[in-house]
């Protein structure tokens, strides 16, 4: 199911019904890329139900120091089409266990790059408290929205 930013607090009663195991998959999901398609297949496989949460655009900036170059309803669009997602959500609040009281996921997936970090560990901590596991994934580090950015302001400045 797509959301719109207006529609950001109706997940619970306009959720569809969820069986099973109940996975979270959050990013900024920006100039979608196959480190993102990466992540997702990944995901599908350790869960029954799929939700990708498309972090906002203020978090982003707050997080990256930048504005993502798709804004957030167009990325929520993107991921709505995919079909490895079961249900995508807008991630506009600040911390993971605010989205779970939201989502209500079993699982959250990330990439390596946090494992052993202290994002991670915090991360790891809070989630415990709702006994929500962390699984992390290969990160692919070839590609990244970053890297591809980088790439574009490089191209503009020549």
């Not at 998959?25 to 920006?30: A, L, R, S």
């Not at 599908?44 to 939700?51: G, I, N, Q």
């Not at 949460?53 to 203020?58: F, I, T, Y």
């Not at 052993?116 to 699984?135: F, H, I, Y």
């Amino acid at each position: 199911m797509a959301e719109t930013p207006d529609s950001v607090g109706d997940e619970a009663a306009s959720a569809p019904a969820r069986r099973g195991r109940v996975g979270y998959v959050p990013g900024v999901f920006d100039m979608f890329h196959i480190g993102h398609l990466n992540i997702l297949r990944q995901a599908r496989l350790h869960c029954d139900h799929l939700v990708a949460g498309v972090v906002s655009d203020e978090n982003a900036l707050a997080v990256k120091g930048r504005l993502p170059v798709v804004p957030l309803v167009e990325r929520i669009e993107i991921l709505s089409h995919c079909t490895l997602v079961d249900e995508v959500v807008a991630e506009v609040v600040s911390h993971k266990l605010q989205q779970w009281e939201r989502v209500r996921f079993d699982v959250i997936f990330k990439g390596d790059d946090w494992r052993s970090t202290p994002k991670g560990d915090q991360l790891e901590r809070d989630l415990a408290t709702v006994g929500v596991e962390v699984v992390y994934f290969p990160y692919t580090i070839n590609t990244s929205s970053t890297l591809l950015r980088d790439a574009l302001e490089q191209g503009q400045a020549s």
